[in-house]
C-alpha cells in the first residue's frame, strides 16, 4: 500500500525557513513524479509545486506565490521528498500535504495518492 | 479568487441527487481534463474523477463525471451521509504553467 508521511511542520517566523518532509513507502519513489498541495485555515487547495523523476531531468515547477521563496527536491536514496521554505510569510500558513502525482498526459500530472499533510504556521 | 469556480454549498437528503459545477477558461478546463476530489476534514483528499469522467477503482457508479467546453461537473446520486465533505475540481492551467483547483463544494447531507 502507498502511503505518504509528511513531517517538519511547526511554526516559523516572518521571514524565517522551514523544511518540510515526506516519506514515502510502498511504491519505487524514484518512478514517480511528486508534488506539495496546501491548505490554509478556512481556504481551500492550492498547488504549491512539483518535481519530476531524475529520469525524467529532476526539473521542479512552482506556483507564483512560492516562486523563488521554496525548493522542491527529492532523496531517492531515501524515499523522501523536501520543500524548503524561505522568506517566510504569514500567508504561507498552512497545511501542507505531499502527493504522488499520476494521470499523466502532455506532460501534465495530477495528484493520486496523499499524505496527512502537516500544519505550518508563520508569525512571529 | 480561485481560477475554477465553484459553488461553495450544496446539500441534499439521502438518496437524492446533488449536482456540482466547475466552471473555468479556454486556457485550462477548455483545454484538459479535469479531476476531481473529496475531502473529509482531517483525512487526506482522495480522487473521485479522473480524465473528467472516468472513475478509479474503488469509486462507487454513484458518482458520475462530464465536461463540455471551459465548464465540468460532478454527480452524485443516491446520496449518503459519507459522502458528506468537501469537493475541489482541478485542472492543469496553460496560462499560469501549473495545476489549479476550484475554491472547493462543501455537501452537507441534511
Known amino acids: 500500500e502507498e502511503q505518504l508521511v509528511e513531517s517538519g511542520g511547526g511554526l516559523g517566523k516572518p521571514g524565517g525557513s522551514l523544511r518540510l518532509s515526506c516519506e514515502a513507502s510502498g511504491f519505487i519513489f524514484s518512478n514517480a513524479w511528486m508534488s506539495w498541495v496546501r491548505q490554509a485555515p478556512g481556504k481551500g487547495l492550492e498547488w504549491v509545486g512539483r518535481?519530476?523523476?531524475?529520469?525524467?531531468?529532476?526539473?521542479?515547477d512552482y506556483a507564483a506565490p512560492v516562486k523563488g521563496r521554496f525548493t522542491i527536491s527529492r532523496d531517492d536514496s531515501k524515499n523522501t521528498l523536501h520543500l524548503q521554505m524561505d522568506s517566510l510569510k504569514t500567508e504561507d500558513t498552512a497545511v501542507y500535504y505531499c502527493?504522488?502525482?499520476?494521470?499523466?498526459?502532455?506532460?501534465?500530472?495530477?495528484?493520486?495518492?496523499w499524505g496527512q499533510g502537516t500544519l505550518v504556521t508563520v508569525s512571529s | 479568487q480561485s481560477v475554477l469556480t465553484q459553488p461553495p454549498s450544496a446539500s441534499g437528503t439521502p438518496g437524492q441527487r446533488v449536482t456540482i459545477s466547475c466552471s473555468g477558461g479556454s486556457s485550462n478546463i477548455g483545454a484538459h481534463h479535469v479531476y476531481w476530489y473529496h475531502h473529509f476534514p482531517g483525512t487526506a483528499p482522495k480522487v473521485l474523477m479522473s480524465r473528467s469522467n472516468q472513475r478509479p477503482s474503488g469509486v462507487p457508479d454513484r458518482f458520475s463525471g462530464s465536461k463540455s467546453g471551459t465548464s465540468a461537473s460532478l454527480a452524485i446520486s443516491g446520496l449518503r451521509s459519507e459522502d458528506e465533505g468537501d469537493y475541489y475540481c482541478?485542472?492543469?492551467?496553460?496560462?499560469?504553467?501549473?495545476?489549479?483547483f476550484g475554491g472547493g463544494t462543501k455537501v452537507t447531507v441534511l
Open positions: 482541478a485542472t492543469w492551467d496553460d496560462s499560469l504553467s501549473g495545476l489549479v
Open positions: 518535481i519530476k523523476t531524475n529520469t525524467d531531468g529532476g526539473t521542479t
Open positions: 502527493t504522488t502525482l499520476g494521470y499523466c498526459s502532455g506532460g501534465n500530472c495530477f495528484p493520486l495518492n
